[in-house]
């Protein structure tokens, strides 16, 4: 029978963090994030040039199988991928926030849908900490939610400017100011520019998107549940992890 875990998050050095190497699914991680992929999204302005070059964290993003202290099985659309927990494992939830959170190269995952017009506006952003920072960078279409006929973008990212569109973006956030976002980029009509490796997405940011913070928290994993494992192949093949984000739970539970 799958056990329900609780994990303590640890504190410990942050590293940096794309959607290369990814076990991907196409999971609303605005339902999350990465939900991005995690419910998730994001914004803000600044010099492209400002923001240094990380490389992806790999990672496999889905549905918990099956868990126990020592291993998580996830189930991905190209099938279920054993992950290996490490000691010092650290977990994460997300937390309400705002706009005015994303500072100079903050990291960023946004959920956007395109418009007729042909602009992707943001449903979602969500603001990753520096050590999860490359998390399924790139910007992919996701499987479009039940009821619905317009499929959701998942983007990660850096913002270098802002614009004016919206789809699922995670990247980093450059702005003018190197600590906020300025007042005249909040109101209605905000547009953010996200980049990734291999392109560049421009996102309108209305009023009413979601922003959560991706924070250290302790999480009870279930099976059913929606999440990304950022992960680390060992020399005999094996993944690992210590760093764990609860994208969507299954069922509520207290």
Same mark, same amino acid.
């Given at each position: 029978?799958?056990?329900?875990?609780?994990?303590?998050?640890?504190?410990?050095?942050?590293?940096?963090?794309?959607?290369?190497?990814?076990?991907?699914?196409?999971?609303?991680?605005?339902?999350?994030?990465?939900?991005?992929?995690?419910?998730?999204?994001?914004?803000?302005?600044?010099?492209?040039?400002?923001?240094?070059?990380?490389?992806? +964290?790999?990672?496999?993003?889905?549905?918990?199988?099956? /868990?126990? #202290? &020592?291993?998580?099985?996830?189930? @991905?659309? $190209?099938? =279920?991928?054993?992950?290996? +927990?490490?000691?010092?494992?650290?977990?994460?939830?997300? /937390?309400? #926030? &705002?706009?005015?959170?994303?500072? @100079?190269? $903050?990291? =960023?995952?946004?959920?956007?849908?395109?418009?007729?017009?042909?602009?992707?506006?943001?449903?979602?952003?969500?603001?990753?900490?520096?050590?999860?920072?490359?998390?399924?960078?790139?910007?992919?279409?996701?499987?479009?939610?039940?009821?619905?006929?317009?499929?959701?973008?998942?983007?990660?990212?850096?913002?270098?400017?802002?614009?004016?569109?919206?789809?699922?973006?995670?990247?980093?956030?450059?702005?003018?100011?190197?600590?906020?976002?300025?007042?005249?980029?909040?109101?209605?009509?905000?547009?953010?520019?996200?980049?990734?490796?291999?392109?560049?997405?421009?996102?309108?940011?209305?009023?009413?998107?979601?922003?959560?913070?991706?924070?250290?928290?302790?999480?009870?994993?279930?099976?059913?549940?929606?999440?990304?494992?950022?992960?680390?192949?060992?020399?005999?093949?094996?993944?690992?992890?210590?760093?764990?984000?609860?994208?969507?739970?299954?069922?509520?539970?207290?």
């Amino acid at each position: 029978m799958t056990e329900l875990l609780e994990f303590v998050p640890e504190s410990g050095a942050r590293s940096k963090s794309s959607m290369k190497g990814h076990h991907f699914m196409k999971y609303p991680l605005a339902r999350l994030l990465f939900v991005c992929l995690f419910s998730v999204a994001s914004g803000s302005v600044a010099v492209w040039a400002q923001v240094k070059d990380v490389p992806p +964290i790999p990672g496999v993003i889905g549905k918990v199988e099956a /868990v126990t #202290s &020592n291993s998580v099985e996830i189930q @991905t659309k $190209s099938g =279920v991928v054993h992950v290996e +927990i490490e000691h010092q494992l650290t977990t994460y939830r997300q /937390v309400p #926030s &705002n706009l005015s959170h994303v500072t @100079t190269n $903050s990291y =960023v995952g946004i959920v956007s849908v395109k418009q007729e017009d042909g602009k992707e506006v943001a449903k979602s952003i969500t603001i990753f900490p520096p050590e999860l920072r490359g998390a399924a960078e790139g910007s992919v279409l996701m499987d479009a939610a039940p009821g619905e006929t317009r499929h959701n973008r998942m983007t990660n990212g850096s913002v270098s400017r802002p614009v004016s569109n919206s789809r699922m973006t995670n990247g980093t956030v450059l702005k003018g100011d190197p600590n906020a976002v300025p007042a005249s980029a909040k109101g209605p009509g905000t547009t953010l520019v996200v980049r990734y490796q291999d392109g560049a997405q421009a996102i309108s940011v209305p009023p009413n998107a979601t922003v959560t913070d991706v924070a250290p928290e302790k999480v009870t994993l279930g099976a059913g549940d929606t999440i990304y494992a950022a992960t680390t192949e060992q020399p005999n093949g094996t993944l690992t992890t210590n760093k764990i984000l609860l994208i969507a739970v299954a069922t509520p539970r207290n």
